[in-house]
């Protein structure tokens, strides 16, 4: 939680020192209060390190770190509260001192009492908040945590590398390039079977989906197939989903509503006597083979399937002809991988880290996904044994939750992050498992929920793009294959666990019926995965509900009301792949909503209370084929 408490404070503090000059806080005269409240909110930010470290082992400073957090979140929601109220009084009686305005200045008697009660209701609530965080600052608790003075990281902490100066992303080990020749030599052997299955098998972040590319993107592969297709098979895989990415794959249009009967026809009738290189990625379930493509690959001249699992038995069940093993990395190839992903050029340059280089790849354990992490981790440090050792000695007793040394070397590279960045990468863990995610789009979710920090000279979307790029270059994101310019990223399954491990008491991803009015009152940001046709949210009769973000997951033709009517809080509404016809009036009541995403949906129409959505940055209509009129 302080992981994410961290963050959040980062944030609140940064907003409410530019928010105290804006001028129409100015005007509703609660700059003091507000000075207030950032002064005890970076009175707080120096010990939360500490309450962390304790917070597993007391429960009291757990309970401590958990009714700040739902202060901090209040804080950020009123400010919002405060510059929509204060814009409007601006606007309503325009100040003739530009930046040196105060409550009432400038304005007639009559205007300033009718705009007392805006400017009261404003005030009330940060006196309410103030004394909330007083009392948390004041807490006997609070006296027993050690002060950190350690400056608080606003930004990127190294220099920002673009994709052209990037260490190619998929840089691997001897062992690897050794293993993807034999096994491009061994495709190439049955190019000519009807139909030819492999195997690859190894635990998570060995480097299985990396050596899989590397036989994919073989130029001799490529030139002895006529079609090539990659898809990704998650967990929990939809089975009408996954065989329209296999379509979208091949370059196959596929209508709405479509059956999975229907998709294998489609895709048999396009296969049919053509040779076919599949791959498919992490999987965790045999039937997707057996019983969903099976069918249709009977009908290829040529097919050859490659398959990638952590589970030797789902191989047997899909009845491959020949498995390949995936080790953990031998150590020297561990080190070697570990100052190669450093852009060091040659072993030398390292020699004297050689002993606490191989010592963090065993703490690594030896996993080349974790190497990589902690590669770029140390990167941005000095090259010299003190710091390395440093960074070593943090491995010991980091963080509780973790499940292992891997895990915790991952943690380590995420907790060397900005404020900032660990939010955007958190964020990420939203996506479902295997999703594409898309620069474009992740940044504007960034941007809309508050992630990213104004610079002067300098657009948020360009800022928010720095933000994604070091993701990528720190290893944490992964560029997809073949996206220009490394548009496309994916999340690897390890350190996405790690997110929502870290993020686990606000985000949540999966069916929302099953959350209870007790969860649902700490979340903040939702992803739904609809199995029915209606998204059916639970009963919340009594529930204070505060997500700020809701992402749904294609499958669900209509939304419930109650979606806008009780979550008021929502800077961010995804509703995109649904056949959602209409949005309710009161949606004009969402005014935290920065982003509505409505792409691909059944609207028809879009209601006039819009256009009081004065925070609105980002209304998404594409492929709205039934939208025949926008509000006046």
């Known amino acids: 939680m302080a992981a994410v408490l961290a963050s959040l404070l980062g944030s609140c503090a940064s907003k409410l020192k530019d928010i105290i000059i804006d001028e129409a806080i100015l005007i509703l005269g609660v700059e003091k209060e507000l000075t207030k409240l950032l002064r005890r909110v970076e009175l707080i930010q120096c010990c939360i390190n500490d309450a962390e470290k304790r917070r597993t082992k007391e429960q009291a400073v757990n309970n401590w770190l958990g009714q700040l957090r739902d ?15 204060g ?23 009559s205007s300033c009492f009718c705009n007392i009660v805006p400017r009261r209701d404003v005030a009330v609530r940060i006196r309410s908040l103030n004394k909330k965080i007083e009392n948390i600052a004041n807490d006997k608790i609070f006296s027993t ?11 990127p902490t190294s220099k920002l590398i673009r994709s052209s100066n990037l260490v190619e992303p998929n840089l691997v080990g001897k062992e690897i390039i050794h293993s993807s020749r034999k096994l491009v030599d061994l495709v190439l052997a049955h190019k000519e079977y009807k ?15 990396t050596l899989a590319q590397k036989i994919y993107n073989d130029q001799k592969i490529k030139g002895s197939f006529k079609i090539h297709a990659w898809i990704s098979v998650s967990q929990d895989y939809n089975g009408v989903t996954l065989l329209k990415e296999v379509l979208r794959n091949i370059g196959v249009h596929h209508e709405q509503g479509e059956t999975i009967a229907e998709l294998q026809r489609k895709l048999a009738e396009t296969i049919e006597g053509k040779s076919l290189f599949l791959v498919l990625d992490d999987v965790w379930h045999s039937n997707v083979w057996t019983d969903l493509l099976r069918p249709a690959f009977h009908e290829t001249s040529v097919g050859i399937i490659l398959v990638t699992t952590r589970d030797y038995q789902i191989t047997k069940r899909i009845g491959v002809d020949h498995t390949h093993q995936v080790h953990l990395m031998a150590v020297e190839v561990g080190w070697e991988l ?12 390292v020699q004297n880290l050689r002993k606490t280089g191989i010592e963090t790849v065993h703490k690594c354990g030896c996993l080349p996904l974790a190497i990589k992490v902690t590669a770029s981790a140390l990167s941005s440090k000095e090259l010299t044994e003190n710091e390395w050792k440093r960074y070593l000695t943090r491995f010991i007793g980091s963080q509780s ?5 891997t895990e915790e070397a991952l943690y380590l590279s995420y907790d060397e992050l900005a404020h900032r960045l660990k939010q955007c990468f958190l964020y990420c863990a939203l996506y479902v498992e295997d999703s594409v995610i898309e620069r474009d789009e992740v940044t504007w979710l960034w941007i809309s929920e508050g992630f990213i920090e104004e610079q002067q000279g300098q657009l948020l979307e360009d800022m928010a793009e720095e933000y994604y790029y070091e993701l990528i270059h720190r290893n944490l994101l992964q560029p997809e294959m073949l996206s220009f310019d490394q548009a496309e990223c994916k999340m690897h399954d390890l350190l996405r666990q790690l997110a929502l491990n870290i993020s686990r008491e606000e985000c949540f991803v999966g069916d929302v019926e099953l959350l209870s009015g007790e969860n649902m009152s700490k979340l903040r940001r939702i992803t739904a995965v609809i199995k029915k046709d209606m998204l059916v949210l639970p009963r919340l009769d009594k529930v204070d509900i505060k997500v700020r973000t ?15 009517k009780r979550f008021l809080l929502l800077r961010v509404l995804v509703l995109n792949y649904t056949l959602v016809q209409s949005i309710p009036g009161y949606i004009g009541k969402l005014i935290h909503l920065r982003l509505l995403n409505l792409n691909y949906t059944g609207i028809s129409c879009l209601p006039e209370s819009i256009g009081s959505l004065k925070n609105l940055q980002v209304l998404s209509l594409r492929w ?4 025949h009129s926008l509000w006046q």
């Open 71 to 85: 202060v901090i979140y209040d804080v950020d929601e009123i400010l919002d509260v405060a510059r929509c109220k």
């Open 87 to 109: 814009s409007k009084l601006l606007a309503d009686h325009p100040s003739p001192s530009s930046g040196k305005s105060v409550a009432c200045k400038g304005l007639s008697v």
């Open 145 to 155: 945590f050690n002060s950190s003075t350690q400056p608080t990281r606003n930004g």
């Open 195 to 209: 139909s030819y299955k492999l195997g690859i098998v190894g635990t998570g972040g060995v480097g299985k989906t």
């Open 338 to 349: 570990l100052w190669k992903s450093m852009n060091i050029e040659e072993e030398k340059e």
């Open 401 to 405: 939750i973790l499940l292992d040394e």
């Open 550 to 564: 809701f992402l749904t997951i294609e499958g669900a033709t209509r939304i419930e009301d109650t979606l806008f």
């Open 624 to 627: 709205c084929d039934d939208l």
